[in-house]
């Protein structure tokens, strides 16, 4: 059996993690504030860290809580600010775990059909004229896990003006919109709706290092506050060494080249396998992404994804089956990740994924 390379996991390249720049920032930030570093702290997170990432976002600290990732803080509101059976609009096809924390914590979910240019805001408008309003939409705007999709800015301010309509809340989740490759970047839905009526979540992980595990959630004030709650019932106190060394990289202007380089890291992963689609059978359907780590198939005919899993690891090579990010069907559909795998182990893994398809 071949060596299995695997497009499964959203994770970056080895050589996009730069062990030097976590270790100078962590031993520098040690240096200046070891007492504060070393010691229990607040559920909210290291303090310094909230009042930068306060000002890069233009609020105050008190409507940013720092989390283990983004998810941490999308879990946190399903548990705080939902309620089980509460209506929550998912994007189809959406994160995976986002739709299964939503399942877990008894969600009813409102699936939003996507389109080449991200949500489908008219399906949505549908649903909410038809009575069916969700408490809170959750999108991933830019570059879209699993879609690749981006949401046009037609649709980021239809969307911010049906929630004003409706009152519902949109959940904007962000890791991926600074590794742009191509294209003009678009204005953040946080800041067409505003503070009070869109949140915001991004993290680290895919910019400077998934192992550091910092991300982090703006809210209102109230809601972060009971949220910083949560989380000092959950484990106590965060990790302030690695929200000190990611505070000293972005304070020493050191997150922008180091964003750059993982961009084009990405970029050229992104080109291999956009060159590998001509292996995949006639009448497969996909849009290259103009960004992030994922690129997102549709097969054509009876081809099931889920099916042919099994088949593609015998012969080497692992995907996401795209079923996982529906409530139902689409066996059809697979997400790719190029993010973790060099441009050599691409152009093979997409040989021999057309190789398992053609044979189906």
Not at 271 to 294: E, I, K, N, S
Not at 308 to 323: F, H, N, R, T, W
Request: net charge negative; with cysteine; charged share 20%.
């Amino acid at each position: 059996m071949p060596d299995v390379i695997s497009f499964a996991r959203g994770a970056p390249a080895p050589e996009a993690l730069d062990g030097g720049l976590i270790a100078r920032c962590a031993t520098a930030a040690l240096a200046a504030d070891p007492a504060v570093i070393l010691s229990y702290g607040t559920g909210g997170g290291y303090p310094p860290l909230r009042e930068w990432l306060a000002a890069h976002h233009g609020t105050t600290a008190d409507r940013v809580l720092i989390t283990n990732g983004s998810l941490e803080g999308y879990v946190f509101l399903l548990e705080t600010f939902l309620s089980p059976g509460d209506l929550i609009g998912l994007e189809a096809p959406t994160y995976d775990r986002a739709l299964l924390q939503a399942r877990r914590h008894g969600m009813e979910i409102l699936a939003i059909p996507m389109e080449a240019d991200g949500m489908d805001v008219d399906a949505l408008a549908a649903a909410c004229a038809a009575g069916r309003v969700p408490r809170l939409v959750y999108t991933i705007p830019n570059f879209h896990n699993p879609a690749g999709t981006t949401i046009s800015l037609e649709k980021r301010r239809a969307l911010v003006a049906l929630a004003e309509q409706h009152g519902f809340w949109i959940l904007e989740d962000d890791p991926y919109g600074r590794l742009r490759f191509e294209g003009e970047a678009l204005p953040a839905i946080y800041g067409i709706g505003g503070p009070e009526r869109v949140m915001f979540s991004s993290s680290f992980s895919k910019t400077l290092a998934p192992g550091l595990r910092v991300g982090y959630l703006i809210a209102p004030p109230d809601l972060i506050a009971s949220l910083t709650t949560r989380a000092n019932q959950t484990y106590i106190s965060p990790a302030h060494l690695p929200e000190a060394a990611v505070l000293k990289v972005c304070e020493d202007g050191l997150l922008d080249p180091n964003i750059a380089r993982v961009t084009e890291l990405m970029r050229v992963r992104r080109d291999a396998m956009a060159a590998g689609l001509v292996h995949m059978p006639a009448g497969t359907r996909c849009t290259p992404p103009q960004g992030g780590f994922f690129m997102w198939l549709e097969l054509p005919g009876d081809l099931s994804a889920d099916a042919l899993l099994p088949v593609a690891q015998d012969a080497g090579v692992i995907y996401v089956a795209g079923s996982s990010c529906f409530t139902e069907g689409h066996h059809n559909t697979l997400r790719l990740a190029y993010s973790g795998v060099s441009p050599a182990e691409i152009t093979v893994g997409m040989e021999r994924l057309g190789q398992v398809f053609a044979r189906a």
